[in-house]
């Protein structure tokens, strides 16, 4: 007899559930909104809208490139990828990139990124979801950069990992995003805040 696993159907109507990282796993969500778990619980986000795509659209098509010229060096960069930044709280971060070396065997959700990108929106329990939660939670874990692009202050925000804190540096509309995690990688922030049109 087959002992298939019983799946949870979740939508929005289930913000704020008690769930189980093996519940928040197997579970099959309503789209298109995305879902995280935080002390337990679940957490419903409203899918990116298209400012928030075009904001973080010069990042994923640098990255995406880095990873296809330089294999070696980057084993993932994966979009909305699944983090466990601790045994109640599973996050979605924007982008995530995996640099090859002595973690290249792990796999997600306890595989933790080198680098993660936040894009904030708008909602002030997003800017302080991104501001003050994932950056504690991103520093325990060991995330070693982590960088919030914030599409109302036109700036980015480059947190790179100390043990005490993130260092932190920002990066007006005139500057440019380099980092030493990816050697020649560089990405005009004006690319991210210029016009649409």
């Not at 935080?38 to 899918?47: A, D």
């Not at 290249?104 to 080198?114: G, L, Q, T, W």
Request: aromatic residues 10%; proline residues 6%; negative net charge.
């Amino acid at each position: 007899m087959s002992t298939a696993v019983a799946r949870n159907h979740l939508g929005p109507t289930d913000a704020g559930r008690w769930l189980t990282r093996d519940e928040f796993a197997t579970a099959q969500f309503q789209e298109p909104y995305i879902y995280e778990r935080v002390m337990g619980r679940l957490l419903v986000l409203s899918p990116a809208g298209p400012e928030h795509r075009f904001v973080s659209r010069p990042f994923r098509r640098q990255l995406s490139g880095y990873w296809d010229r330089h294999p070696d060096l980057v084993d993932d960069v994966d979009i909305e990828g699944w983090v466990a930044t601790s045994e109640d709280n599973d996050r979605l971060p924007d982008i995530c990139v995996y640099l090859a070396g002595s973690s290249s065997h792990e796999v997600v959700p306890n595989r933790v990124p080198d680098l993660v990108f936040e894009f904030v929106s708008g909602n002030r329990s997003d800017q302080e979801r991104d501001y003050v939660q994932k950056r504690q939670e991103y520093h325990q874990i060991g995330v070693r950069q982590y960088v919030i692009v914030d599409r109302l202050k036109r700036e980015v925000l480059v947190l790179r990992w100390q043990p005490s804190d993130y260092d932190t540096a920002i990066l007006t509309i005139d500057e440019t995003y380099t980092t030493p995690l990816l050697p020649g990688l560089e990405i005009r922030v004006a690319e991210a805040f210029s016009s649409k049109d």
